[in-house]
């Protein structure tokens, strides 16, 4: 466990930077994350996403699966990876203050 | 720290639902961790992105000692054997994996296809079974020789399935 500093608030986090409690995420943490990912800005493409994961995080207690993913979010695979290069999964998840996915697919 | 792993170059060389599946899980498992992955069809493995055949591949039920019946009994191998064994195998494997969101063989390849991993066909086999380009599913990038394959594996982890 660890504490980062995240828009001027003290967050609990897990070592490798996952939000310890969904419910300390808001959207200027979201950008301060995704700056740390290498994203420089999030558009609303990248928010369909992060609101999607946080949506199915909500009902099911875990992130979705890419495959959930992109037929549900109406983002494509193809576009899902240019959004969040090098892992959209656990990028993703982490911009939307959810614990790593638990799945493998 | 141990050194990240950055590029796997995935062999598949067996055409059974059991012998493709687990070398598409890891493709797109590497992609998901942003890791580099290339595909290598080879031998039957073929089968698994040749157009006509990838939609209907099936579980290998005779000589297989692992494979248990349902309520986990293991099977004698000669059952395996039985008219409609494979069948049966095939259809519980696929209502198994789709319940964990693991798509039918064609839908995995093009959503690999779409992450940006490479999917080749080895020269050698498309030869031997007097195959052409035309043959597969449009996913197939290319059909390269093992020559090809280790120079497109540079720097990559080989992982043979």
Known sequence: MATKEYAGKSIETTDDGYLINASDWNADIANEIAKEEEIVELNDRHMIVVNFMREVFEKTGDGPSIRKLTKESGVPTKELYQLFPKGPAKKAARIAGIPKPKGCI | ?161
């Open chain 2, 1 to 161: 720290m141990a050194e990240p792993i950055e590029k796997v170059s995935i062999v598949i060389s067996h055409g059974s639902l059991e012998g493709v599946y687990p070398g598409l899980i890891m493709a797109n498992g590497a992609r998901m961790e942003g890791i580099e992955a290339t595909i290598f069809f080879t031998f039957f493995g073929l089968d698994g992105i040749i157009d006509k055949r990838m939609d209907n591949l099936s579980v290998a039920t005779v000589g297989n000692s692992a494979m248990r019946m349902p309520g986990g009994l293991k099977m004698p191998t000669l059952l395996g054997a039985i008219p409609g064994m494979s069948r049966f195998a095939t259809y519980m494997m696929k209502k198994e994996m789709d319940k964990i969101d693991i798509p039918p063989i064609r839908e995995f390849i093009e959503m690999i296809s779409d992450t940006g991993a490479e999917i080749y066909a080895c020269k050698a086999t498309v030869d031997m079974f007097h195959l052409s380009k035309d043959d597969f599913c449009p996913q197939m990038d290319e059909i390269i020789t093992v020559g090809d394959f280790y120079e497109k594996s540079a720097g990559a982890k080989i992982i043979f399935t």
